[in-house]
């Protein structure tokens, strides 16, 4: 951002410029007229979020200077709440049990940590992080366009890894911006600083929030320029979704014809209709979870079950999926407390798909298919380039 001596002359000579009035400006950048008083006078900085509005005001003209020295900012969703989301993983876990809502494997300190060390094993990184297929995504994802002004746009984007050398292969082609969301402070952090190490002299925006819930956050809800987004779900977690179709349409909310989505998933080990052959040939069925999984996953439940005595994980599965194709492995907690009192938990969902007929289902809901291919020992990893149409 302008040094705080800069930003209010500056702003304010943009306003007069375009001939807006304090209170004008603050209508369309929806803050309050004394928020831009304040501004001008250089009584405040402007806040991440109030950055981002003033860019959106397409006659400042401010997108390109916030952009390009806002690197140290942190936005936030304006839904984002990390102490609600504990007190309610709180309340919920020691409630009769039921089905747990999936951030919240993530949300405490804790929980990221876990899942960093169950991501980071290194014959999983060997065979499926580093197989990622960066190189082809970047080709095909700017391929044809005279205009290659991309903003890469990382939905849970954890530590980055592969988030980081797919940005890297785009900036090398193209004029690329990237923003990243993620629901854990910690492991947005850890992400942040890997994809700007990656990118010397390129805007990385870090953004606190769900992305069940893009359109609170607003960097992404709004746009004032022409630029492409590239929306990426790496790592299957577009497969962790409760309910796909929702969210994509919340998606298209935020997306303009052109825009480009990247989903990574786990593929379906047998046809998602014959379940003794799904059950046969699925290793989270036929063979014992890892232990750094199990440790993530119950964490929560170890932490927050007021007097847990024994925690036992198990996988269930189900053809009943809201994209055909699909099936679903649930995992389940079942925690005893004194008294012997048994409660289950649905801790997390995740979905393997069919590559193709998943390309078909999403063509039905508004994105093309650019480019399938599968990658990782078996082929059991897919990459989904999609276009919106």
């Known amino acids: 951002m302008c040094p705080k001596q800069d930003f209010g002359p500056l702003l304010r000579s943009r306003r007069v410029a375009a001939k807006l009035s304090q209170a004008e400006l603050a209508r369309r950048a929806r803050v309050s007229r004394a ?4 501004l001008e006078e250089g009584r405040t900085e402007p806040a991440g979020d109030t950055r981002q509005r ?55 300190p804790s929980s990221a940590t876990d899942w960093y060390d169950n991501a980071n094993q290194p014959a999983y990184i060997e065979r499926f992080r ?26 849970g984007v954890g530590d980055g890894r592969c988030e980081a050398r797919l940005a890297q292969r785009l900036a090398e082609r193209g004029d690329l911006r990237a923003y990243l969301l993620d629901i854990s402070h910690p492991l947005l952090v850890e992400g942040w600083k890997r994809v700007a190490a990656a990118l ?9 929030g769900n992305f069940l819930d ?37 998606l298209a909310a ?7 989505l990247l989903l990574d998933v786990d ?39 007021r007097g847990a005595q024994r925690v036992r994980l198990e996988v269930e599965m189900s053809t009943r ?44 809901l508004g994105w093309k298919s650019l480019q399938s291919t599968t990658y990782g020992p078996n082929r059991q990893k897919g990459c989904l380039l999609l276009e919106r149409v």
């Open 321 to 364: 999926c809201p994209l055909p194709g699909s099936y679903q492995l649930s995992f389940i907690g079942h925690v005893v407390l004194p008294g012997e009192q048994a409660v289950r938990h649905q801790l997390f969902l995740a979905r393997r798909y069919t590559l193709g007929r998943l390309a078909a289902e999403l063509s039905d």
């Open 200 to 208: 010397p002299g390129v805007p990385v925006f870090p953004i606190h």
């Open 130 to 155: 580093d197989a990622f297929p960066a190189e082809e995504v970047a080709s095909v994802a700017l391929e044809g366009h005279t205009d290659r002004r991309l903003d890469l746009i990382a939905l």
């Open 214 to 250: 893009l359109r609170s956050a607003i960097a992404l809800s709004h746009r004032t320029d022409d630029r492409r987004r590239c929306w990426t779900m790496i790592g299957n977690t577009f497969g962790n979704l409760d309910y796909e179709p929702r969210f994509l349409a919340d």
């Open 54 to 108: 003033l860019a959106q005001v397409a006659a400042l003209g401010l997108d390109k200077e916030i952009a390009e020295h806002a690197e140290p900012a942190q936005w936030m969703a304006s839904q984002y709440n990390p102490l609600d989301m504990s007190r309610n993983m709180e309340r919920v876990l020691n409630g009769p049990g039921g089905t747990l809502e999936q951030t919240y494997a993530y949300l405490d």
């Open 254 to 260: 935020c997306s303009r014809r052109g825009d480009l």
């Open 267 to 305: 593929l379906a080990w047998a046809p998602a209709d014959d379940v003794a052959a799904i059950r046969a040939a699925d290793p989270a069925l036929c063979n014992d979870l890892p232990q750094h999984a199990v440790r993530w996953l119950t964490g929560p439940l170890w932490r927050h079950c």
């Open 35 to 38: 928020t831009i008083s304040n």
